[in-house]
């Protein structure tokens, strides 16, 4: 699971996330992917769901928001050292020529670690939707931030 669906997940519950998901493919569908994100279902109804927390809230919410954007950031970013590491370890372990049981053990544990870290890596590069709910939510938080901060909320 990527960290933008875990995070909204944590936000709304599972149930509530379900429902954007299909409103967004719903918008997609429709062809309203042009309208003003504030005039926007998705936009709405987190909206609805925020308003009447207090300021202390909101702003948790967007620390937890800002760490999840870093640590996508991060994912991405590790993932090149990551790859460059196993297949240096490749190489080194099959010139080693040790025991061929050790080196296949050793090899075969190193691919099950990169794949785990592969499919971490393209779960949250390609997870457009999520990324799509991420940024609603921002701006629901700017908002409501916003609001909060001119005495409005």
Do not use: P
Request: with cysteine; net charge positive.
């Amino acid at each position: 699971m990527n960290v933008f669906r875990k995070c909204l997940r944590r936000q709304f519950g599972n149930n509530k996330y379900m429902s954007y998901v299909r409103m967004c493919e719903e918008e997609v569908l429709k062809g309203n992917s042009k309208a003003k994100i504030e005039d926007k279902k998705i936009f709405q109804d987190m909206y609805e769901q925020l308003k009447e927390k207090n300021s202390e809230y909101i702003n948790e919410c967007s620390e937890l928001l800002a760490e999840t954007l870093y640590l996508a950031l991060q994912i991405g970013r590790k993932f090149f050292s990551v790859f460059i590491f196993y297949v240096i370890a490749n190489f080194v372990i099959l010139a080693l020529q040790l025991n061929y049981t050790v080196t296949c053990i050793s090899v075969m544990l190193m691919g099950i670690c990169f794949l785990y870290k592969l499919t971490e890596f393209l779960s949250n590069k390609y997870c457009f939707i999520d990324a799509y709910l991420i940024m609603v939510y921002k701006s629901v938080l700017e908002k409501l931030s916003g609001q909060t901060a001119n005495g409005e909320g």
